[in-house]
């Protein structure tokens, strides 16, 4: 059993999933349907067909015969020996029976000799007599069943009727030998469909294989190659949006390399410093106050430019976590972005940057503060920090009947159009020798988008390079988890 069990599960995982598997299948049931159903369709048409042609040349012979019938006024005694031997060679001929029945439903002639004399009542007979000819055939019994009426010549008065039944096995056996014929046309077009469905489900997956190989290259490290699979157009789109992540891989992780030896580099400076400064405080004797001062005070900025590392690294770590869980409630946004414009005034201030707030309406929403806080505070003292001394910063806030929008518009230095689609990725500075200068970390942004994000909103970026920048926060009124 779990052999079995094993098999099975192999079974329904790498062979019923293959593409190959069902690119097989497909061409298989592309072929062999179509087969079976013209197998069907030609079958069907020529047993119509068959039976069509034999009840008219049936139905042929009865008129004739009906038309000597009536002129030699048969079914009133009066004998033919010529009309016995026709009734009975179109039995012969067509193997099958004839009776002549008179309006007494009574039996006149019976080329089989067997119910001459009787009373046949049935329902075909009945309709001959009402002057209807009737003509039946029972595919499951081989037979065709057909009624003509005797006419009066001077009345046209039906007074008689002759019911034919006639054998269908020569149809049967035509049938049999054609299907047979047809049976096998459709192996050889089986067997053909099956051969040509193998090759071609090998071909067609090729590409897919290369693309697999060469995905296991680059994830191995053995291939620093972009992948190029033009084969289909699915093989090329697939190959673009692979190469479009390959490329972002890259950029993310040189961008990481490089701020961790920037990170590396600015926590050993003020070490270095605090070493130096212990150092050459140790060997001195009566050290004045002020040295201590200024030496404190150069160690002071030093771990401040640490605090905020660490600070901005534990917020995104604490972005990133999965079971992190938002505190919603009902907030005051007017009030809220009033808050977090109060306490980044002064620093606006010590450049003679001008914080203008604009607001539109009131605006309630369910939102998490602290983490809403966090995302403006980043932008707005990022449209500070990247600002020209005397520039300003614009701050407005607008709703409608779904979201709330915050725009923060700075007239800063801009960031270039190729770095644009870059500035939310984590570690990514756009200008990195001045970003150092002023203290930036490259993960404010990424912060702030990370917790609008988890608002379920979006933020949006449209600068123009030595004119400024805006950002754009969108977030729903209602929060839906």
């Given at each position: 059993?779990?052999?079995?069990?094993?098999?099975?599960?192999?079974?329904?995982?790498?062979?019923?999933?293959?593409?190959?598997?069902?690119i097989?299948?497909?061409?298989?049931?592309?072929?062999?349907?179509?087969?079976?159903?013209?197998?069907?369709?030609?079958?069907?048409?020529?047993e119509?067909?068959?039976?069509?042609?034999r009840?008219?040349?049936?139905?042929?012979?009865c008129t004739?015969?009906?038309n000597q019938?009536?002129?030699?006024?048969?079914?009133?005694?009066?004998?033919?020996?010529?009309?016995?031997?026709?009734?009975?060679?179109?039995?012969?001929?067509?193997?099958?029976?004839?009776m002549?029945?008179?309006?007494?439903?009574?039996?006149?002639?019976?080329t089989?000799?067997?119910?001459?004399?009787?009373?046949?009542i049935?329902?075909?007979?009945?309709?001959?007599?009402?002057?209807?000819?009737?003509?039946?055939?029972?595919?499951?019994?081989?037979?065709?069943?057909?009624?003509?009426?005797?006419?009066d010549?001077?009345?046209?008065a039906?007074?008689?009727v002759?019911?034919?039944?006639?054998?269908?096995?020569?149809?049967?056996?035509?049938?049999?030998?054609?299907?047979?014929?047809?049976?096998?046309?459709?192996?050889?077009?089986?067997?053909?469909?099956?051969?040509?469905?193998?090759?071609?489900?090998?071909?067609?997956v090729?590409?897919?294989?290369?693309?697999t190989?060469s995905?296991?290259?680059?994830?191995?490290?053995?291939?620093?190659?972009?992948?190029?699979?033009?084969?289909?157009?699915e093989?090329?789109?697939?190959?673009e949006?692979?190469?479009?992540?390959?490329?972002?891989?890259?950029?993310?992780?040189?961008s990481?390399?490089?701020?961790?030896?920037?990170?590396?580099?600015?926590?050993?400076?003020?070490l270095?410093?605090?070493k130096?400064?212990?150092?050459?405080?140790?060997s001195?004797e009566?050290?004045?106050?002020?040295?201590?001062?200024?030496?404190?005070g150069?160690?002071?900025e030093?771990?401040?430019?640490?605090?905020?590392?660490i600070?901005?690294?534990?917020?995104?770590?604490?972005?990133?976590?999965?079971?992190?869980?938002?505190n919603i409630?009902?907030?005051?946004?007017?009030?809220?972005?009033?808050r977090?414009?109060?306490?980044?005034?002064p620093?606006?201030?010590?450049?003679?940057?001008?914080v203008?707030?604009?607001?539109?309406?009131?605006?309630s929403?369910?939102?998490?503060?602290?983490?809403l806080?966090?995302?403006?505070?980043?932008l707005?003292?990022?449209?500070?920090?990247?600002?020209?001394?005397?520039?300003w910063?614009?701050?407005?806030?607008?709703?409608?009947?779904?979201?709330?929008?915050v725009?923060?518009?700075?007239?800063?230095?801009?960031?270039?159009?190729?770095?644009v689609?870059?500035?939310?990725?984590?570690?990514?500075r756009?200008?990195?020798s001045?970003?150092?200068?002023?203290?930036?970390?490259?993960?404010?942004?990424?912060?702030?988008?990370?917790?609008v994000?988890?608002?379920?909103?979006?933020?949006?970026?449209?600068?123009?390079?030595?004119?400024?920048?805006?950002?754009?926060i969108?977030?729903?009124?209602?929060?839906?988890?």
């Amino acid at each position: 059993m779990v052999i079995i069990s094993g098999v099975r599960k192999y079974f329904k995982k790498n062979i019923f999933k293959s593409l190959r598997f069902r690119i097989i299948l497909l061409l298989l049931a592309a072929g062999i349907i179509p087969c079976l159903i013209m197998k069907a369709v030609i079958l069907n048409s020529y047993e119509k067909r068959a039976v069509e042609v034999r009840t008219a040349d049936i139905q042929n012979q009865c008129t004739i015969l009906c038309n000597q019938l009536s002129g030699i006024d048969y079914l009133n005694g009066i004998t033919s020996e010529v009309i016995k031997t026709e009734l009975t060679q179109l039995t012969n001929i067509y193997n099958g029976r004839v009776m002549v029945i008179d309006s007494d439903y009574e039996i006149e002639e019976d080329t089989y000799n067997l119910d001459k004399g009787k009373t046949i009542i049935s329902e075909d007979v009945i309709k001959c007599f009402q002057g209807k000819s009737t003509s039946h055939y029972d595919a499951a019994n081989r037979y065709i069943e057909v009624t003509a009426p005797i006419t009066d010549t001077e009345t046209d008065a039906v007074k008689g009727v002759m019911l034919v039944s006639v054998s269908t096995d020569s149809i049967a056996d035509s049938m049999t030998i054609l299907e047979g014929n047809a049976n096998v046309v459709a192996v050889i077009i089986i067997v053909t469909m099956a051969v040509l469905a193998f090759f071609a489900g090998v071909l067609m997956v090729k590409p897919f294989k290369r693309i697999t190989d060469s995905i296991g290259a680059v994830t191995e490290g053995y291939d620093d190659n972009y992948l190029h699979e033009n084969a289909y157009t699915e093989t090329v789109l697939i190959s673009e949006a692979f190469n479009k992540m390959l490329g972002r891989m890259k950029v993310l992780d040189d961008s990481r390399q490089e701020f961790v030896s920037n990170v590396s580099h600015e926590l050993k400076t003020p070490l270095t410093s605090m070493k130096v400064l212990a150092d050459s405080l140790l060997s001195q004797e009566e050290v004045p106050a002020e040295l201590y001062q200024e030496f404190m005070g150069d160690l002071s900025e030093e771990i401040e430019r640490e605090n905020k590392i660490i600070n901005d690294l534990l917020s995104l770590v604490k972005m990133d976590k999965t079971a992190t869980t938002l505190n919603i409630k009902s907030e005051n946004i007017n009030e809220l972005v009033e808050r977090i414009l109060k306490r980044l005034r002064p620093i606006a201030a010590n450049r003679n940057v001008e914080v203008v707030f604009e607001s539109f309406r009131p605006v309630s929403a369910e939102v998490d503060e602290m983490k809403l806080s966090l995302a403006i505070s980043n932008l707005v003292e990022n449209a500070v920090k990247y600002n020209h001394d005397g520039g300003w910063v614009h701050v407005s806030l607008n709703a409608d009947h779904k979201y709330f929008y915050v725009e923060v518009a700075d007239s800063g230095i801009g960031i270039p159009e190729d770095s644009v689609e870059h500035i939310f990725e984590r570690f990514y500075r756009v200008d990195k020798s001045h970003s150092r200068e002023i203290g930036g970390t490259g993960l404010g942004l990424s912060i702030a988008r990370n917790a609008v994000v988890m608002h379920r909103g979006a933020v949006k970026v449209f600068s123009q390079e030595g004119e400024g920048t805006t950002f754009t926060i969108r977030i729903p009124l209602t929060y839906v988890s």
